[in-house]
């Protein structure tokens, strides 16, 4: 069921797209599910977590939906050119997606409190809401629905919607009715991305385009700049005083030359 990206306008194609905390070495790419028949360590990658969360997925919408959209093996990382037409992309498909899974693969119940006992390295809560790419991709879609890591749903962005507010700062408004009906300041959107954290550096910045309705190219390997060039490219585009208040980019983040996008 799945598909390697979705139309530019995919507004009327029938899919659902998933949102998930990647897992290191575990996570299938674009040319390993292309090519799964022919690899030797095929049947070891059907074990793998990524794999069986993909399988887990499909199975959910299978009868609900003609196409699963994962970003671990639906885009090509091989090619510069397909890498930053999809991350400029991204908000857009997953605002026009039929439904959004968000996998919290770390827990069995949404969560209503801190717990940093379970949760030590992210803030006191599943990790999925501590990543900076989730931020967006909660945001965009208009139907989210939450599982656990039994593939449980545990609620949704509307049910859940007071619950979220407090674990991520996103006004009520904004998750029950996206930006369609609230434009958030540049400090406003810096504030809700201030304790998430990103893999790369550049994806501090990178991971916030949409919701600040920028298109910027991707220069992985330029570091702290890619947050210097969103500004840049936001204060073309808008008279927003508040950006002056941000020098830095809001999210921690490490080096790892392993690209994970979450």
């Known amino acids: 069921m799945h598909h390697r990206y979705p139309a530019s306008d995919a507004i009327d194609q029938n899919y659902c797209i998933l949102s998930h905390r990647w897992v290191q070495d575990q996570e299938v790419n674009y040319k390993q599910m292309k090519n799964l028949s022919e690899l030797d360590n095929a049947h070891d990658i059907l074990d793998w977590d990524g794999y069986q969360k993909i399988l887990k997925a499909c199975e959910v919408a299978n009868g609900h939906f003609e ?15 397909e890498m930053s037409e999809a991350i400029n992309s991204m908000f857009r498909w997953y605002k026009n997606s039929k439904q959004c ?15 940093f006992t379970t949760f030590t390295n992210s803030n006191g809560w599943p990790e999925w809401f501590s990543r900076g790419w989730t931020l967006q991709e909660l945001i965009a879609p208009d139907d989210l629905r939450f599982f656990n890591k039994k593939w449980e749903e545990i609620g949704s962005k509307r049910s859940r919607a007071s619950e979220i507010a407090e674990i991520t700062r996103v006004p009520v408004l904004v998750l029950k009715d996206g930006l369609s009906s609230y434009k958030p300041s540049f400090a406003e959107v810096m504030a809700w991305a201030a304790e998430r954290r990103t893999t790369l550096v550049e994806d501090e910045a ?22 210097q060039r969103l500004q840049l490219e936001f204060m073309q585009m808008s008279n927003d005083q508040s950006i002056f208040a941000w020098g830095t980019a809001p999210c921690i983040s490490k080096r790892d030359p392993s690209w994970h996008h979450d």
């Open 67 to 81: 196409y699963l959209w994962s970003d671990t093996c639906c885009i090509d990382r091989r090619s510069s050119s």
């Open 101 to 115: 899974y968000a996998y919290l693969h770390d827990t069995y119940d949404f969560p209503t409190e801190r717990d």
């Open 206 to 227: 990178y991971s916030l385009i949409g919701l600040l309705g920028v298109n910027m190219p991707m220069l992985y390997g330029e570091g702290k700049k890619a947050f």
